[in-house]
């Protein structure tokens, strides 16, 4: 009998630690599961970002070509003008 109260008490404080021991696996899994969602979304939005950026690109190079069309087409009409005013006066 009178190892049985500080075995009581023991096991109330065994029995303590295993509901903490509880109570932090369960944190852990929350914070797990919140990491993988994060990780999930920082994947989608790089996915997102990369195919913005290689549609930029795209334009970027669309754009210059425009640029480079025009100019091609500037000097066409300036080697015409040249043409008919030195050859056919």
Partial sequence: RDFDEPL???EGTVNNLQQ???MIRNEVGLQNRM???TND???RVTGRLG???TMLDRFGQADRSKYLMCSVVAL??????VFVYV???
């Fill in 76 to 81: 066409l009409i300036a080697l015409i003008i």
């Fill in 51 to 53: 195919r913005a950026r």
């Fill in 41 to 43: 979304a920082t994947d």
């Fill in 8 to 10: 009581s008490a023991l």
């Fill in 20 to 22: 903490v021991g509880t």
């Fill in 35 to 37: 990491l993988d969602q």
């Fill in 87 to 89: 050859v056919l006066p």
